[in-house]
T-cell receptor
Framework: GESVGLHLPTLSVQEGDNSIINCAYS??????FIWYKQESGKGPQFIIDIRSNMDKRQGQRVTVLLNKTVKHLSLQIAATQPGDSAVYFC?????????FGTGTKLQVIP | GAGVSQSPRYKVTKRGQDVALRCDPI?????LYWYRQALGQGPEFLTYFNYEAQQDKSGLPNDRFSAERPEGSISTLTIQRTEQRDSAMYRCASSLAIGDYEQYFGPGTRLTVT
């Protein structure tokens, strides 16, 4: 199958620990920020989004934090599981156009 | 229900040939997007449609690339006179409504130009 993430930053986390994946963005005019998960051989899968006028949003086991002052976005995954192993992309949405950032490969150590 | 499907899944073509990549979005989805993804990188926007109307084609690399969605459902991305640099994974995504940022991606077509 396809291997995504050959030269990506890698975060290795022990199973059960929390993971924090960071992303810097450039466009202050973005409407939404979105996190996608991409498993090997598959297309990106939507995880969670945050509107640009918010600073925190929580989902199931995931939390996204937005710091507009420093143009920083983070994804926190609680109690990381082996199934969380994937490449994670942050993305910016302006209008209907999505711009993906550089991915981070998350490796969960059993 | 069925997700986004793309065909072919793999395409090997010789330089100079034309290729047509097909995307079948989730039934009822209004918006359809095309991306290109290089290994180790995020998807790169190419173009998108709302219904049959192409809204933004600013991401198409050059005039060898074109896309259509004549009946507002299936879309075709065509690359004419392919070059080796066109080799990549081409991904399609669809969303339910205009402005709906949750996009559902297909499995992609791996294009290799030899």
């Amino acid at each position: 199958g396809e291997s995504v993430g050959l030269h990506l930053p890698t975060l290795s986390v022990q199973e059960g620990d929390n993971s924090i994946i960071n992303c810097a963005y450039s466009n202050s005019a973005s409407d939404y920020f979105i996190w996608y998960k991409q498993e090997s051989g598959k297309g990106p899968q939507f995880i969670i989004d945050i509107r640009s006028n918010m600073d925190k949003r929580q989902g199931q086991r995931v939390t996204v934090l937005l710091n507009k002052t420093v143009k920083h976005l983070s994804l926190q995954i609680a109690a990381t599981q082996p199934g969380d192993s994937a490449v994670y992309f942050c993305a910016e949405l302006r209008g209907q156009k999505v711009t993906f950032g550089t991915g981070t490969k998350l490796q969960v150590i059993p | 229900g069925a997700g986004v499907s793309q065909s072919p899944r793999y395409k090997v073509t010789k330089r100079g040939q034309d290729v047509a990549l097909r995307c079948d979005p989730i039934s009822g989805h209004v918006s359809l997007y095309w991306y290109r993804q290089a290994l180790g990188q995020g998807p790169e926007f190419l173009t998108y449609f709302n219904y049959e109307a192409q809204q933004d084609k600013s991401g198409l690399p050059n005039d060898r690339f074109s896309a259509e969605r004549p009946e507002g459902s299936i879309s075709t991305l065509t690359i004419q006179r392919t070059e080796q640099r066109d080799s990549a994974m081409y991904r399609c995504a669809s969303s339910l409504a205009i402005g709906d940022y949750e996009q559902y991606f297909g499995p992609g077509t791996r294009l290799t130009v030899t």
